[in-house]
């Protein structure tokens, strides 16, 4: 049973009416910012609500069913230890990395260095301006890479935003020296095929670091994204001449198309590309959550990735988001992003399979490794209907024989879960605030939760750069556990480094 270090019990269940089906509706149709396809992390206002629904979701905060307006509402086995607002990147926050006593954050305005040295205390290092979203951030030595997937004039830091469809438009990858913290330097850049939604690095353990860059295609009359997209642009950058990286491939992951989507699959996204892929280095294994599949594949030889095994849900999956692997490699977490990251959908009405997580076993052994289904986790603390909530960026906690999470659920706040039984995953400590607004359905809350060295580190999207403590018997042996690095998308192996 978890308790709240509140005066008032919040209920599990809201004692006012879901979000309308209408409504959702038109969440999910809303046209998205011109710089972020749609689904898929769109962080905008979807407009105002009804006067009724403004009245439900006052009445609702009275009766301590949710927190009332920022306030701050959390479980007894989790402190809140500070929050750093936004200096002056204003945009939205995105993905973290870490590297020693360093947070990085991105941002669509370009990215933030804390000095985590002190977890109370972070200090900023350093803001660097460079538009583009959504900036998904990594880190390897003296290296910094950056994710561009919004049409720019050029890939300098200084370009500005212009139509897809003029010829001179540019996405793609960006690399930044680190050295120096407070003066990081931008060196090269890469322009891949319809952008770089997310990325994830593949160490060679030698000289070089390959880079999975993720990109899709939600408007095929983009000319960079022109159908068939049903791969990823590998980059290999020599560390020591960054300025040398270049695409060495494209493997395509859907020789058959992927999920074809609607008529054939309604509500359910075409597999136009991946939105995210999670390595295990140390198992040559990758997960991709693609639109509309799921996928698990080898990277024993990392420039040319072979399909091991795809999986669709096209019952309650509307976007394959992202994916985590459990310690053991025997399990893997994919995220739903219904209603890309836009909608309420964390309701009655939705219910608790949808905009969820889908935990899968991979069984048998080698290239004969299926993924099987066994259970669905989401939050039960059902949200107004004005806060966008959903399944989104976590990590593991690094427990030997547990399976451990911390995930963030934008307005849904921080969970920590256990998945050590994949049929029958529970919560076991939660944070979140109430809703920014009550004026109009708002995307807000944490786009990253990740536990790093003893602390769990967030990046929320309106407010800034989280900080909280577990204080919990089950996750205390997470404590000891401790990473030079860490890109949540390159899973360590924590336990045989």
């Not at 500005?160 to 003029?166: I, L, S």
């Not at 059902?382 to 909530?389: I, L």
């Not at 076991?428 to 060295?453: C, H, K, M």
Request: with cysteine.
């Amino acid at each position: 049973m978890i308790s709240l270090h509140t005066t008032r019990v919040r209920r599990r269940r809201l004692g006012v009416a879901a979000a309308a089906a209408g409504l959702f509706a038109a969440l999910l149709t809303a046209a998205p910012a011109a710089a972020t396809p749609d689904p898929g992390d769109a962080p905008v206002d979807r407009g105002s609500v009804t006067t009724s629904q403004q009245a439900e979701a006052r009445a609702a905060i009275r009766g301590g069913d949710i927190p009332g307006v920022d306030e701050i509402v959390h479980s007894s086995n989790i402190k809140h230890l500070t929050s750093v607002p936004k200096g002056a990147l204003k945009g939205t926050n995105t993905d973290l990395a870490f590297q020693g006593k360093y947070a990085y954050v991105g941002n669509y305005d370009g990215f933030v260095i804390y000095d985590i040295s002190n977890p109370k205390k972070p200090k900023t290092v350093s803001e660097v301006l460079c538009p583009g979203s959504q900036n998904d951030i990594s880190v390897s030595g003296n290296l910094l890479f950056l994710s561009t997937d919004s049409s720019r004039s050029d890939d300098s830091c200084s370009s500005t935003t212009q139509p897809a469809t003029e010829k001179s438009s540019w996405e793609g990858m960006k690399i930044f020296d680190i050295s120096n913290k407070r003066h990081p330097r931008y060196i090269a850049a890469v322009e891949t095929a319809c952008g770089s939604h997310t990325h994830t690095l593949v160490p060679d353990g030698k000289k070089n670091v390959y880079i999975y860059v993720s990109s899709y295609s939600p408007n095929e009359t983009f000319p960079d994204c022109q159908p068939p997209h049903d791969g990823i642009s590998i980059i290999k950058v020599p560390v020591n001449k960054p300025q040398k990286a270049k695409i060495v491939n494209f493997p395509v992951l859907f020789p058959d198309g992927g999920n074809p989507g609607a008529p054939q699959n309604p509500g359910v996204s075409k597999t136009t590309g991946c939105h995210d892929i999670t390595v295990l280095p140390s198992k040559d294994l990758a997960a991709g959550a693609c639109m509309g599949d799921g996928i698990l594949f080898s990277i024993k030889d990392p420039e040319r990735p072979k399909i091991i095994d795809r999986v669709q849900d096209n019952v309650n999956f509307a976007f394959w988001h992202s994916a985590t692997f459990n310690q053991g490699a025997n399990k893997v977490v994919f995220t739903d992003e219904l209603g890309g990251g836009g909608a309420a959908t964390c309701n009655e009405e939705i219910g608790p399979k949808r905009g969820a997580d889908g935990i899968y076993d991979i069984v048998g052994k080698g290239d004969q490794r299926k993924l099987v289904f066994r259970s669905y986790f989401k939050i039960d603390r059902h949200q107004a209907d004005v806060e966008v909530c959903v399944a989104h960026n976590g990590s593991i906690i690094p427990v030997k024989g547990k399976d451990l999470m911390v995930q963030a659920w934008y307005q849904g706040g921080i969970s920590v879960w256990d998945f050590t039984n994949s049929a029958k995953p529970k919560e076991i400590a939660f944070f979140e605030r109430g809703p920014v607004t009550l004026d109009q359905v708002t995307t807000a809350g944490p786009w990253s939760a990740y536990y790093y060295n003893g602390h769990i580190y967030s990046s929320d999207i309106a407010k800034g750069f989280d900080v909280l403590k577990l204080n919990d018997r089950r996750t205390a042996p997470a404590d000891r556990v401790k990473l030079d690095e860490l890109n949540v998308q390159t899973q360590p192996d924590y336990f045989t480094r």
